[in-house]
């Protein structure tokens, strides 16, 4: 059921998926761990999108050894961005499993 506080479901996709803009998971955090209908939400997009970071994260790597220069700095970057995003997300699944 959706209560007031509660997040759209595109900004939970986004979350799930890592692109959310800096800081919804700081702004949002406490809200969806004590809303069964956000987490439930995020939970489902992320058993969609947990399946597909590391395939891709493979193909950034075997593009790498290919591409030209600058080519492979957006790459890097785009990697360093997936690898704190999943850091602080463990961070975030310790946060919600606490007991409250
Ligand atoms: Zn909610």
Do not use: N
Request: aromatic share 6%.
């Amino acid at each position: 059921m959706r209560s007031e506080g509660c997040l759209d479901e595109s900004v939970l996709q986004e979350l799930a998926a890592g692109i959310a803009p800096e800081g919804t998971l700081e702004q949002h955090g406490e809200h969806i761990s004590h809303c069964d209908r956000c987490a439930s939400i995020l939970k489902r997009y992320l058993s969609i999108f947990s399946d597909e970071v590391t395939p891709e994260e493979q193909a950034l790597i075997s593009q790498l050894k290919s591409s030209r220069p600058e080519t492979q700095r957006a790459i890097v970057r785009k990697m360093l961005r997936a690898t704190i995003w999943k850091e602080r997300f463990r961070k975030f699944v310790r946060w919600l499993k606490k007991p409250l």
